[in-house]
């Protein structure tokens, strides 16, 4: 081999052994995935009620119950006197009797008829009005003297204090004084309240005192 193909083999192999295996290209580094992309659940749309599934409850309405309607008249006699007899067909009679006096007073009082309602009172208790102790006894209440209001006659007497409080009662029980003599009662918020003391005075019950 001459000279010059001895060299030109020489430098070739030079070139080979000093480059050496070329270097792996750096592997790609490693990023972080995107993030899961969460699809909302879709709004379905109410299954229908199957027909054995029971309704909602609904509001309780709430009746008002009916007024009571009237008992008959207590059939046990009530006395003062414990000497005084009488049979539950008086009492009945009796409560019959007054509980008509009753209801024409009401009427009466309703229409301010102050003659009809004298004709209804014996003069014992028009004396008991009248008497100047219960005069001023009546002239103290309340609602009168708020009012500037003074009893002086029988008149004033049921125009101011009759008419006020006697022109809606009712009569709810009897209790005998005698045969002759009742006190009728009204009973509000069960407690029995007088409102007449009543007297018989031939075949008519008049409003008295004793």
């Keep these: ?119 209804y009172l014996t003069p014992k208790f028009i004396a008991s009005v009248m008497d100047p102790e219960n005069l001023k006894k009546i002239n103290e209440q309340p609602l009168l003297k708020r009012n500037k209001i003074e009893i002086k006659t029988l008149h004033d007497y049921f125009m101011y204090v009759v008419v006020p409080s006697r022109a809606s009662v009712r009569l709810d029980d009897l209790i005998f004084t005698d045969q002759n003599k009742v006190k009728a009662f009204m009973f509000i918020r069960q407690d029995p309240v007088l409102i007449y003391q009543l007297e018989k005075i031939g075949e008519t019950w008049k409003i008295s005192v004793w």
């Design 1 to 119: 081999m001459n000279r010059g193909a001895f060299l030109l083999c020489g430098c070739l192999l030079f070139v080979l052994f000093s480059c050496g295996t070329p270097p792996e290209p750096a592997a790609k580094p490693a990023f972080p995935s995107e993030p899961a992309q969460i699809t909302p659940a879709p709004i379905l749309p109410p299954e229908p009620r199957s027909q054995t599934e029971a309704p909602p409850p609904q509001e309780q309405v709430i009746q008002t119950p009916a007024p009571p309607q009237k008992e008959d008249p207590v059939s046990t006699p009530k006395v003062e006197d414990k000497n005084v007899k009488i049979t539950e067909e008086e009492y009945k009679k009796t409560f019959q009797e007054v509980e008509r006096v009753i209801d024409e007073l009401n009427s009466i009082i309703k229409a301010g008829d102050y003659n009809r309602w004298e004709k």
